[in-house]
C-alpha cells in the first residue's frame, strides 16, 4: 500500500509540473520549437554489490540488462522518465549455480546539466542527463518456487549524449540502484537480516535515443536561453528527498513515521510504532526473546533453592548455565548494544574473583557456508576476548574458540537464528 502511495504521488507531481508547463506555455511558445518526448533503449553490463550467500557470485562486470525509458522534459533544464528494467544474474565459472531475473519500474527526475557545466559551449552536439527517483523491483529466483521478492528501489545515474541527428542520439550511462525490503540475497540462497538499503545493484549502458514530438531537435540540446526554474524544482526534490527518508530504517517513510527512534529490526505499525499488543511498554518483538535471553524471576527461584540459600557462587552459576551471552547482528562480530550488560557482567565477576579464568566459545547460526561459519565463530569469540583484554581482564585468565554453527533452532525462524549468533561463557 506505502508503495502504490508513493508512486501515485509522484505521479500527481508529473502531473502538476505539465499543468504548470502548459500555463507557461499560454505566455511563451518557445518549448514548441523542440521535441520534448524522448524514447531512450538501451542494453549493457552489470555488477552487483550486495548481498549474495557466500560461496555465490557473479562475473565483474556481468551480461547481461536491458533498459527502457519513456521521457518527458517539462522544459530545456528539467523533466521526467519512466524507467523500465530487465536484469539476469547468473554465476560465473568459480561460483556455485544460480540463475535470477529482476525486474524494475522507476519514476525519476531528470535535470539537463548541459548548459548548466557549460558543454554547449563546447559542442553544440553534446549533451548530460543526471537522474534519480525511485520504485518498485522484484527478484524471480530459479532456486525457489515463491513469488516475487518485491522491494523499493532508489536508482541515480549520469547520462553523456551526442546528437547524430535532430531527432537521435546516442548515450552512455552508469546508474546506482539501492534497494529497501530486499528479503533474500540476489542468488535466492539466504535471507537478508539487514534493513534499509540491503541490496545495491550498478549498471552500466550503452543506447540510442529517439526525439518524439512536435520541433525541430530535441529539448535536450536547446539554447540557454530560456527563463530558469531549476532551483525551484531542485528545492522541491530535496523536501521530497527529505520526507521519503527513513532515518530510523524501520521501512516507513519520515513524513508517515510518528515515532522514529524505534529499533532495528522490530515491527511497526503504518505509522512507524512499535508493536506492543500488551500496552507494556517493551516492543513485542524485543518481549519474545527476553525470558530465553535473561533469567526469569522462577528460574531465579529455582537456582537459590539449589544453592540452599547460598547465593555466593549465584553469578557463576547463572554465567555457567547460559544466562549471560554476548548476541551478534547477521554476519556481524559487532555485539548487539543489549549485550554490553552481559560483558560488563563478566568484566565484574573476573575482577570481583582474581583467581578466576574463563573461556569464551563462539556460535554462528546455519544461514551460509559452515566453514565460513567456523571461522565466523572463533572471530566472535576473539571480539569479545579482545573487549574484555582492554577492560582490564588479563589474557592469560581467557581462553576462546569457536564452535561453529548451533543447529538447535528452527533454522527459519529469524528470531530463533538471533539467539544462536552469540559467545557463551564458562567461569571456573
Known amino acids: 500500500m506505502k508503495k502504490i502511495f508513493t508512486i501515485t504521488l509522484l505521479m500527481c507531481g508529473l502531473a502538476s509540473?505539465?499543468?504548470?508547463?502548459?500555463?507557461?506555455?499560454?505566455?511563451?511558445?518557445?518549448?514548441?520549437?523542440?521535441?520534448?518526448?524522448?524514447?531512450?533503449?538501451?542494453?549493457?553490463?552489470?555488477?552487483?554489490?550486495?548481498?549474495?550467500?557466500?560461496?555465490?557470485?557473479?562475473?565483474?562486470?556481468?551480461?547481461?540488462?536491458?533498459?527502457?525509458g519513456i521521457r518527458y522534459m517539462v522544459n530545456e533544464k528539467f523533466g521526467f522518465n519512466l524507467d523500465l528494467g530487465y536484469n539476469r544474474f547468473e554465476g560465473d565459472t568459480e561460483s556455485l549455480d544460480f540463475q535470477t531475473n529482476y525486474y524494475r519500474v522507476t519514476l525519476e527526475g531528470v535535470v539537463n546539466a548541459r548548459n548548466l557545466i557549460g558543454l554547449d559551449a563546447i559542442s553544440e552536439r553534446l549533451g548530460l542527463l543526471v537522474h534519480g527517483g525511485m520504485g518498485v523491483s522484484g527478484l524471480d529466483y530459479s532456486s525457489s518456487n515463491d513469488d516475487l521478492d518485491h522491494m523499493l528501489n532508489f536508482q541515480a545515474g549520469i547520462t553523456p549524449e551526442y546528437r547524430i541527428t535532430?531527432?537521435?542520439?546516442?548515450?552512455?550511462?552508469?546508474?546506482?540502484?539501492?534497494?529497501?525490503?530486499?528479503?533474500?540475497?540476489?542468488?535466492?540462497?539466504?535471507?537478508?537480516?539487514?534493513?534499509?538499503?540491503?541490496?545495491?545493484?550498478?549498471?552500466?549502458?550503452?543506447?540510442?535515443?529517439?526525439?518524439?514530438?512536435?520541433?525541430?531537435?530535441?529539448?535536450?540540446?536547446?539554447?540557454?536561453?530560456?527563463?530558469?526554474?531549476?532551483?525551484?524544482?531542485?528545492?522541491?526534490?530535496?523536501?521530497?528527498?527529505?520526507?521519503?527518508?527513513?532515518?530510523?530504517?524501520?521501512?516507513?517513510?519520515?513524513?508517515?513515521?510518528?515515532?522514529?527512534?524505534?529499533?532495528?529490526?522490530?515491527?511497526?505499525?503504518?505509522?512507524?510504532?512499535?508493536?506492543?499488543?500488551?500496552?507494556?511498554?517493551?516492543?513485542?518483538d524485543m518481549e519474545s526473546g527476553l525470558d530465553t535471553r535473561y533469567v526469569s524471576s522462577s528460574d531465579l527461584?529455582?537456582?537459590?533453592?539449589?544453592?540452599?540459600?547460598?547465593?555466593?557462587?549465584?553469578?557463576?552459576?547463572?554465567?555457567?548455565?547460559?544466562y549471560v551471552n554476548v548476541y551478534f547482528r547477521f554476519n556481524s562480530t559487532k555485539p548487539t548494544t543489549y549485550s554490553l550488560g552481559a560483558m560488563n557482567t563478566i568484566v565484574q565477576y573476573m575482577k570481583d574473583n582474581p583467581s578466576a579464568s574463563a573461556t569464551l566459545t563462539g556460535f554462528a547460526d546455519e544461514i551460509g557456508n559452515p566453514e565460513y561459519n567456523k571461522t565466523l565463530s572463533e572471530r566472535?569469540?576473539?571480539?569479545?576476548?579482545?573487549?574484555?583484554?582492554?577492560?582490564?581482564?588479563?589474557?592469560?585468565?581467557?581462553?576462546?574458540?569457536?564452535?561453529?554453527?548451533?543447529?538447535s533452532v528452527d533454522k527459519s525462524s529469524a528470531e530463533a537464528r538471533q539467539l544462536v549468533r552469540r559467545v557463551t561463557f564458562r567461569v571456573n
Open 17 to 68: 509540473f505539465a499543468q504548470t508547463n502548459d500555463s507557461m506555455s499560454s505566455d511563451s511558445n518557445e518549448n514548441s520549437t523542440f521535441k520534448q518526448w524522448s524514447l531512450d533503449l538501451a542494453g549493457g553490463v552489470h555488477m552487483p554489490v550486495s548481498l549474495f550467500t557466500p560461496g555465490y557470485f557473479t562475473n565483474t562486470p556481468d551480461l547481461f540488462q536491458m533498459d527502457l
Open 166 to 284: 535532430n531527432a537521435i542520439s546516442v548515450f552512455a550511462d552508469l546508474s546506482v540502484i539501492g534497494h529497501v525490503r530486499q528479503d533474500r540475497a540476489f542468488d535466492g540462497f539466504s535471507v537478508s537480516e539487514t534493513r534499509g538499503f540491503d541490496g545495491m545493484l550498478v549498471n552500466a549502458s550503452v543506447g540510442i535515443s529517439f526525439a518524439l514530438g512536435e520541433g525541430a531537435m530535441s529539448i535536450d540540446y536547446a539554447p540557454n536561453d530560456m527563463e530558469a526554474r531549476l532551483d525551484d524544482i531542485a528545492a522541491a526534490m530535496d523536501k521530497m528527498a527529505t520526507e521519503n527518508g527513513d532515518d530510523d530504517q524501520d521501512g516507513v517513510p519520515n513524513y508517515l513515521d510518528r515515532d522514529n527512534t524505534t529499533e532495528s529490526g522490530v515491527r511497526v505499525d503504518n505509522k512507524g510504532r512499535a508493536i506492543d499488543l500488551n500496552k507494556n511498554g517493551i516492543p513485542d
Open 380 to 407: 566472535r569469540a576473539k571480539m569479545v576476548n579482545d573487549v574484555l583484554v582492554a577492560a582490564g581482564i588479563d589474557a592469560s585468565r581467557l581462553t576462546y574458540n569457536g564452535d561453529g554453527e548451533d543447529a
Open 301 to 322: 527461584k529455582n537456582i537459590i533453592a539449589r544453592n540452599n540459600g547460598n547465593n555466593k557462587n549465584l553469578i557463576k552459576q547463572l554465567i555457567n548455565e547460559g
